[in-house]
């Protein structure tokens, strides 16, 4: 860099490097042999100081920084400026802090990372002050340097920061902004730190979006018309939506947040704006729930301006600007936001989705017409013409990813929304099944190495499997046809070596995946041909079915080696890795998703082969040892912890041979009170004079239309009889209806599975549809599962909302008898209480349900109190409810619990743990034990107050548990007195626990 006097010549820059000696002599005293400490409290020496340093730097940049002069003098001049700074004198730490912003540009980060602690240290502790002058060039010397902070260092960075309260100052710096005061630089400056230590460190997440009067202050600022300001708010914004619970603290009113990250997204905006307003979008939508919240308040304009990023931009001979390209990066990953259903898809059409995804595709797309292909042969060659050129990369499994998602989720008369752009999207199609069958035929020739074209044959094949299954009949049959028509010459070869690939998994004796992504082409290929009639035919007479079969066993066998596909969009890589809270469930497809290609390849297999024994036998389904193998590793996989996709999909093709729905625990003990005469409340008659005994609320809840008409008011059918204090209500059923078939929905009703021959399956298909249980019904129909549903739940819980808490026969009172603010949204009641059903409860407990029919006088009473708190009640009642005990606050949240609120929490666990003693529930006190521990394994400072809250309920197996939490800190608690409030004898038993930790080796 040439001076402004053009003569920053080597004397010039050695007259500087001696100026700069002369004046650092002046503060170095040498403490021993090896190392010179600069001390010096004068500020006329100091001032002096930084200018030297300033003057000689203003020599260099960053292509001259290697020379050695300045390499010599840098430990120096970090040295010098470290100690300035720490003196905090406000006349010259302003200078001396410009000083430093100077050396991060110069210098590379990797030359000043052993200097970066003691800046950090001194820098952050200037934050707080008030002179402007002084904490803008702080703040923008400390983000330079915490941007490039390396890994290894951040914990002891953190360390710093906190100490010094950085974030606290940079909060409350913000907080005092009002415009016109201050400069919007400094904003500026002070959120782009702020969002710096967000990104890096999740702990200051919190501070930041649990405190409303800042959150308050920045909506405010968003609204402004100033760019640079809606931009800082943004940054923060978008570093505070990695957290989970921040996130959604965003949301909860979050529409003028929403309004002004999509304005930024115009291409009237600054490009840094752009890019910011997408990447918050993109976080935002880290989880599905999250997502649906963002899009139920602004579906079109997300949208609109997803895609129109998508599809203007500009290119000079096949070039785009780096800038460019961030963004339309950045686009397609939030377009990624179609992997969830919702009302955005059909958005995406209306704006043209597919014209926008080819133009990614083709170059020069604008100026070429799709039209006036004569035939899919003419296109095809196009297609390859195309795809050789190779245009765009990096950007082309996004472009397979989304409109795979898109082909997954739309509806089966679709076609009438997409606008014309339909020459677009089959294009498209074409494109992705000649990629996918150039990886088929590829086979060991695929080259993990080449991430590129391996990213992009593992989305082109995901996609061709989601168009294949597509719900929109015009799409999968377009992809069936260009598949076919693509592998008709070599087809039964390709296929041949499929299977026998595939074959060879099992049967080689490994433990691991030979080649991820040969695998996942390999299944995606016989999951896609299976579809197409003939080469279904082919594989089931080269066994396939088997091979698939002796795969998913080998699969189950080895999962734990098994790693997730390569390539696969999850969310947590869409997102960045530094996200916190984010409870975010399993996309249907990337857990366990060669299991899922597997099966839904078996289910083709298994269709044709039923619909073939129509008419002519087929081989394959004839052996009862095949079925009976069949049975049990689908069943095993429907009832296991695997991914959504395949539990789906194991249970659809376990309806072809008679079973139906899912196993749950919650059902197995609904089961068991259906089969309970005495706790029934309604009795159904038939012509016949048999009879059922069912449970109003169940049925209000499962299967409605059973109910008599106005329930409760007087129907000509109904008799009420009264039998041990039970009412017991009849109902007469017609004579159309069919016993059996009733008796299989009922049990489908409270069990959410049933067995069915198939002589029934008729007679049930009907009362299914009469009484709309959808769930059923689908699976009655062997319709496929729709991508990414969820495993049906019986939905119990509906029970305790108004419409149904008529149904309500008991209520359940806690330890409080009066509890501040406490309201009940069923009744006027004052006091806590929940209400709750008899039926229910005993379902779940033994002793409950022989205390209801004991005759005692508890019995009848319509009260209950149970010995725990509110808290623990309403955790309780849910898993009565849901089969699942509630977690306490996680993460961000539970950290920043003080002690006590957490031993609230942890309290309410340990009175349902003592209650399930004495109501013995033993898998409640195994929940209830699993969450103590947790709780204690993150907080172990709460193991003491634990300790003698179990020992007060005599919890012995608890307090042992407890203890053995606190054996490694028992030093810690011993000298810190905390001891001394405990029982000797449990004191002893936290001794005797810490030396069996020191013997065991710590
Ligand atoms: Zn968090
Ligand atoms: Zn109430």
Not at 56 to 63: E, G, I, K, T
């Amino acid at each position: 860099m040439a001076s402004s006097k053009g003569v920053n010549t080597t004397a010039h820059i050695n007259t500087l490097h001696q100026r700069l000696y002369h004046a650092l002599n002046l503060g170095f005293r040498v403490c021993d042999e090896k190392e010179k400490k600069w001390t010096c409290t004068d500020i006329e020496i100091q001032r002096h100081v930084v200018k030297s340093i300033s003057a000689f730097l203003d020599c260099f940049s960053r292509a001259t920084a290697n020379n050695r002069l300045i390499k010599d003098s840098i430990a120096d001049i970090a040295r010098a400026l470290v100690f300035i700074l720490g003196c905090k004198n406000r006349a010259v730490v302003g200078s001396a802090a410009n000083v430093v912003i100077k050396l991060i540009r110069i210098v590379p980060p990797s030359i000043l990372q052993s200097y970066s602690l003691d800046l950090v240290e001194s820098l952050s502790h200037l934050l707080s002050c008030q002179q402007l002058e002084v904490s803008l060039p702080c703040a923008v010397a400390l983000n330079a340097i915490l941007v490039n902070v390396r890994e290894t260092k951040e914990k002891q960075v953190w360390k710093i920061l906190e100490d010094a309260k950085a974030v606290f100052s940079v909060v409350a710096n913000l907080q005092n902004f009002s415009e016109g005061s201050i400069s919007v630089e400094w904003f500026q400056e002070m959120a782009l730190l702020l969002s710096t230590v967000m990104l890096k460190w999740p702990q200051s997440r919190f501070s930041v979006w649990n405190n409303p009067a800042l959150m308050v202050m920045l909506e405010s600022v968003s609204q402004k018309p100033d760019m640079g300001l809606r931009f800082a708010t943004l940054k923060i914004y978008s570093s505070v939506a990695l957290c989970g619970h921040g996130a959604s603290e965003l949301l909860d009113n979050g529409k003028p947040m929403l309004d002004m990250m999509i304005s930024c997204m115009d291409e009237s905006s600054p490009q840094n704006a752009r890019i910011e307003g997408l990447k918050l979008a993109q976080r935002l939508a880290t989880g599905n729930r999250e997502c649906l919240k963002m899009i139920n308040m602004c579906t079109e304009p997300l949208v609109n301006a997803t895609v129109r990023t998508m599809s203007k931009w500009f290119s000079s001979a096949g070039k785009l600007e780096h800038d460019q390209m961030s963004l339309l990066v950045e686009a397609c990953k939030l377009a990624l936001i179609t992997r969830w259903e919702g009302k955005h898809h059909i958005y995406f059409w209306k704006y043209r989705i597919s014209e926008a995804l080819l133009s990614l595709v083709v170059e020069d797309f604008h100026s070429q017409s799709l039209d006036g292909y004569a035939s899919l042969e003419e296109e095809i060659s196009t297609a390859e013409k195309v795809l050789n050129a190779n245009f765009l990369p990096s950007l082309r499994s996004y472009v397979w990813d989304i409109i795979g998602y898109l082909a997954a989720h739309c509806e089966e008369e679709f076609d009438s929304i997409l606008h014309g752009d339909e020459l677009s999207l089959n294009f498209l199609v074409t494109c992705a099944c000649l990629t996918f069958s150039k990886s088929v035929q590829k086979g060991y020739q695929i080259c993990q190495n080449d991430i590129v074209s391996a990213s992009q044959s593992e989305s082109a094949s995901r996609t061709v499997l989601m168009m294949i299954y597509s719900p929109s009949k015009y799409i999968s049959s377009r992809a069936r046809v260009t598949l076919s028509f693509i592998l008709e010459e070599g087809g039964e070869q390709n296929l041949n070596s499929l299977v026998n690939f595939l074959s060879f998994i099992p049967s080689s004796g490994g433990y691991i995946l030979p080649n991820i992504l040969q695998t996942t082409v390999c299944l995606v290929g016989l999951a896609c041909y299976s579809s197409i009639p003939q080469y279904a035919r082919f594989i089931l007479r080269n066994q396939g079915l088997e091979i698939l079969l002796s795969f998913c066993s080998w699969y189950q066998r080895n999962r734990e080696n098994i790693g997730a596909s390569s390539f696969a969009p999850y969310p947590q890589s869409i997102a960045e890795k530094r996200i916190c809270c984010w409870a975010c469930t399993e996309d249907w497809d990337n857990k366990d998703a060669f299991l899922l290609y597997a099966l839904l390849a078996l289910a083709e297999l298994v269709n044709h082969s039923f619909s073939e024994q129509n008419h002519a036998k087929e081989p394959s389904m004839k052996s009862e040892n095949l079925k009976d193998r069949l049975c049990t590793t689908l069943q095993e996989i429907r009832d296991g912890t695997y991914g959504s996709g395949p539990r789906w999909y194991a249970a659809h093709i376990l309806s072809y041979l008679g079973y139906y729905g899912f196993q749950h625990k919650l059902g197995k003990r609904l089961m068991a009170a259906y089969e309970d005469e005495e706790c029934s409340d309604m009795r159904l008659l038939f012509a016949s004079g048999n009879s059922v005994s069912v449970n109003k609320v169940i049925i209000a809840v499962r299967c409605p239309m059973l109910l008599p008409p106005k329930e409760g008011g007087h129907s000509g059918s109904t008799i009420s009889t009264e039998n041990f204090h039970r009412t017991v209500q009849e109902i007469r059923m017609s004579a159309n209806v069919d016993t059996l078939a009733l008796v299989k929905l009922l049990e489908f009703a409270y069990s959410g599975y049933v067995e069915v021959e198939s002589s029934t399956l008729k007679k049930l298909k009907t009362l299914a549809r009469h009484c709309k249980a959808k769930v059923l019904l689908q699976m009655l129909c062997r319709r496929r599962p729709k991508w990414g549903s969820s495993i049906p739940r019986i939905d119990i819980p509906l029970a305790l909302t108004p419409k149904l808490i008529r149904f309500s026969d008991v209520i359940l009172l806690p330890k409080e008898a009066n509890m501040a603010g406490f309201n009940c949204c069923l009744c006027s009641s004052t006091s806590p209480h929940a209400h709750s059903h008899r039926v229910i409860l005993s379902s779940g407990c033994e002793y409950l349900r022989a205390l209801f029919r004991s005759g005692m006088q508890e019995s009848h009473m319509d009260r209950l109190n149970v010995p725990v708190s509110w808290l623990g009640l309403t955790k309780l009642v849910s898993w009565f409810y849901c089969d699942e005990l509630p977690n306490p606050p996680s993460g961000c949240k539970w950290n920043n619990m003080d002690t006590e609120a957490k031993l609230h929490e942890l309290q309410a666990y340990v009175e349902i743990y003592s209650l399930t003693e004495w109501w013995i529930m033993e898998d409640l006190q195994n929940d209830c034990a699993q969450v103590i521990l947790s709780c204690l394994e993150s907080a172990r400072e709460l193991s003491i107050k634990t300790i003698e809250l179990a020992a007060s309920f005599s919890m012995w197996k608890l307090v042992e548990a407890a203890a053995n939490h606190a054996a490694p800190i028992y030093h810690q608690l011993r000298d810190s007195g905390e001891l001394d409030e405990l029982d000797d004898e449990l004191v002893n038993l936290i001794r005797t626990a810490a030396v069996q930790f020191s013997q065991q080796g710590g």
